[in-house]
């Protein structure tokens, strides 16, 4: 669920571009009025504190916005989360288990928030963190005291999120890396609609 909550995206650039001069900031915040919805593929690792294998999953994203989006990890195993703006569906298909929350307002204290572009400056403080290979860095720390997570870290190019890196309050990092970005593309409603599947155990609100 948390890996969930810290989706951005990537586009690549190529050739020469005003925008490579940029800030982190003014690169995050032109992505956040531009880009109104995203479709794209991601890889995801997760390191554990105490040094554990890191864990490895891949799949595919798109949002919204305000406030839809849809995650499906595809391998290793499947599970899938879909926000339909009021709803957050979380089905995992081996289990034939869906779990369904309010989004509710803790949402704007995730990076998820970052992702919709929805009242940043009210709940993180945003800093530009420099620029290593061509990449420009913000790191995001929430306001609210009882957020999941320390620190969001984001590297842009082009005006387009390429990583993202979250250190959550476990000292547990997770590093998501973002492939075949397409910015604003057409998305049929059915994206962020989730009906549970015939037989599927139902838990929540």
């Not at 571009?17 to 880009?35: I, N, R």
């Not at 997760?46 to 949002?63: D, H, T």
């Not at 289990?95 to 998820?112: C, E, H, R, S, W």
């Not at 290979?133 to 609210?144: F, L, N, Q, R, S």
């Amino acid at each position: 669920m948390r890996a969930f909550l810290c989706v951005l995206c990537v586009l690549c650039c190529e050739g020469f571009s005003p925008l490579l001069f940029a800030s982190g900031l003014e690169q995050l915040h032109a992505y956040l009025t531009e880009a109104h919805a995203a479709r794209g593929e991601f890889t995801q690792t997760v390191i554990a504190r105490a040094g554990r294998k890191p864990q490895q999953s891949s799949g595919s994203f798109a949002f919204l916005r305000p406030g839809k989006f849809r995650w499906a990890y595809e391998k290793p195993y499947a599970q899938l989360l879909v926000g339909d703006g009021e709803k957050l569906w979380s089905y995992d298909q081996d289990l034939n288990q869906v779990t369904v929350k309010k989004i509710g307002q803790a949402l704007g204290t995730t990076p998820a928030a970052l992702l919709a572009g929805e009242s940043l400056d009210k709940n993180f403080v945003l800093k530009d963190a420099g620029a290593s290979d061509g990449i420009e860095y913000v790191e995001a720390t929430p306001k609210a005291q009882d957020a999941s997570f320390e620190l969001v870290r984001i590297g842009l190019v082009g005006n387009q999120p390429r990583t993202m890196e979250i250190q959550d309050n476990f000292g547990q990092i997770t590093l998501l890396r973002f492939t075949r970005f397409t910015s604003n593309p057409d998305l049929p409603a059915t994206t962020f609609r989730f009906v549970p599947p015939k037989g599927a155990d139902v838990a929540g609100e």
